[in-house]
């Protein structure tokens, strides 16, 4: 069974860069497109992007200066970077696993990590 | 405002049959990309119910099923149950924005 766990610091100072990590157990690693969401408070589902392999990626345009997405497929983890954060970007950030890429869908999911932006 | 539209809110009674629709434009739903749709209960993970336009993954009760027409699709669901009170999303790509997105979500309520 594929399980996806988040994990990273719950709270972000303003201006620096947010970074989570997501374990994925189970199954393979490759030929997934692993992605990134994340929800505000009491708001709607956000996509925040995707990797493939090593080194195909793909990011919502909003956010696609700020974001940098990363595989580690020896530690069968990726990363999320989000840059310059402010408290617009307070949510539960998500990660996921689509099996395939224009028409992405997440078929397995994280329970999600609450992230705080606050001096 | 979100480029998928979706009613902030339905409601129906037990046993009775509820629609939510999705409406998209000629960049997403009309041309062509495939409608997703989750449910997600409070402080937790959003559940994929239907991929595809009108498939449903293993474990998904017959009740639920999806369909698309032109700009807009839309997800029903059958027979309600006092269970089905959650929340809904509906996800697809968009070619002007180049990129996935939601639909603003749409709150069931069983009466």
């Known amino acids: 069974q594929v399980q996806l766990q988040e994990s990273g610091p719950g709270l972000v100072k303003p201006s620096e860069t947010l970074s989570l990590t997501c374990t994925v157990s189970g199954g393979s690693i490759s030929n997934y497109y692993w992605s990134w969401i994340r929800q505000p408070p009491g708001k709607g589902l956000e996509w925040i992007g995707y990797?493939?392999?090593?080194?195909?990626?793909n990011y919502n345009p909003s956010l696609k200066s700020r974001v940098t997405i990363s595989v580690d497929t020896s530690k069968r983890q990726f990363s999320l970077k989000l840059s310059s954060v402010t408290a617009a970007d307070t949510a539960v950030y998500y990660c996921?696993?689509?099996?395939?890429?224009?028409?992405?869908?997440?078929?397995?999911w994280g329970q999600g990590t609450p992230v705080t932006v606050s001096s | 405002q979100s480029v998928l539209t979706q009613p902030p809110s339905v409601s129906g009674a037990p046993g009775q049959r509820v629609t939510i629709s999705c409406t998209g434009s000629s960049s997403n739903i009309g041309a062509g990309y495939d409608t997703h749709w989750y449910q997600q209960f409070p402080g937790t993970a959003p559940k994929l119910l239907i991929y595809g336009n009108n498939n449903r993954p293993s474990g998904v009760p017959d009740r639920f099923s999806g369909s698309k027409s032109g700009n807009s699709a839309s997800l029903a669901i059958t027979g309600l149950q006092a269970e089905d009170e959650t929340d809904y999303y509906c996800?697809?790509?968009?070619?002007?924005?180049?990129?996935?997105?939601f639909g603003g979500g749409t709150k069931l309520t069983v009466l």
């Open positions: 990797i493939y392999n090593i080194g195909s990626t």
């Open positions: 996921a696993r689509g099996p395939r890429s224009s028409s992405w869908y997440g078929d397995y």
């Open positions: 996800q697809s790509y968009d070619s002007s924005l180049g990129s996935s997105l």
